[in-house]
C-alpha cells in the first residue's frame, strides 16, 4: 500500500501513523503492542524486549500503539522510536480500548508473524522465543500462564469467564486472557475485528478452518502501575461478546473450491 495513502487513510479514521525508516524487505516478526497510561513500564519494557528480539528474530519491527495516554507515555514512545528505525509508533486521536489498539498495529504490521504483548511486563517478553518454536504447522500459537500471580478473585473471576466463553462459544481455550499470542499474518487478515473481540481470537481463527497451538509461559506482578480493566467492566460486555461469537460460529463461511484451468467451449 502505497505509503501516503496509508497515512491518509490512518487520520480519517483516528489513527495518527509516526512511521520511521524502515528497510525495504518487510521483517519476519512483527510485535504490536497497545498502550495506555503505562509510563512508568515503558523504559523496562523497551529494553527487555530489544534483547529477546535481537536473540531470536533476525529481521524485526515493533509497533507501539498509544491509547490516548494521558501521562507521558506517548513522548516515550516518541524518543524510543528516533533512536530505533524498526520501532514504529501509531496513536489513536481518541481512547477506544484494546481491540482497537491491536486492530490498528494490526493494519501497520507487515511481518509474516505477528506477534501481541500487554505493555505491563506482566506477560514476560522472555516468552517470546516459546512461541516462536511453536509455529510448525499452525497458523496461531497462544499462550497459557501456567502460574497465575493475580489475587485470587482475580483467579478465580477469570476460570469461571474462560468457563461461561467455552460453554457458549462451542470452543475450548483455557485462558483467553493471556496476552502472548503469535499470529500467520495472511490468517489474521482473514478475521474481522469488532469491539472485545481481542479476547476471542483463537476462537475466531478455529471457526475459519485455521490451525492453533497453546503453548504454556510464565506470568509475572505488574511492573508498576495499575490494572486498566476489572470485573465491572469485563462481565457484561464479555457475556455480550461470546453471544456475538457464538453467532459468528453459526454465519461463518466454511467452503473448498477448485478452479479449472484452460476450459474451452468444445470440452463441454
Known sequence: MDKAYRSNLARSEGVEARPAAR??????LSVVIPVHNEEPCLEELWQRL??????????????????????????????????????RVVALKQ????????????????????????ADLQNPPEEIPKLLAATDGVDLVYGRRQVRVDSLVKRVSSHVGNGVRNWITGHRVRDTGCSLKL????????????????RFLPTLFAFHGFRGREVEVAHASRAAGRTKYGMA????????????????????????????????????
Open 23 to 28: 528497510p525495504a524487505a518487510s521483517p519476519e
Open 233 to 268: 467492566n469485563r462481565a457484561w460486555r464479555g457475556l455480550i461478546d461470546c453471544f456475538a461469537v457464538r453467532w459468528m460460529r453459526g454465519r461463518s463461511l466454511r467452503y473448498e473450491a477448485h478452479e479449472f484451468q484452460g476450459f474451452r467451449e468444445e470440452d463441454d
Open 183 to 198: 499470529f500467520r499474518r495472511k490468517a489474521l487478515e482473514r478475521i474481522p475485528m469488532f469491539h472485545g473481540m481481542h
Open 95 to 118: 481512547r477506544q480500548g484494546q481491540t482497537a489498539a491491536l486492530a490498528a498495529g494490526f493494519r501497520f504490521a507487515r511481518g509474516e508473524w505477528v506477534l501481541t504483548l500487554d
Open 50 to 87: 530489544r534483547e529477546v528480539l535481537a536473540a531470536v528474530a533476525p529481521t524485526w519491527e515493533v509497533i507501539l500503539v498509544d491509547d490516548e495516554s494521558s501521562d507521558g507515555s506517548l513522548e516515550l514512545l516518541k524518543r524510543f522510536q528516533r533512536d530505533e528505525s524498526r520501532l
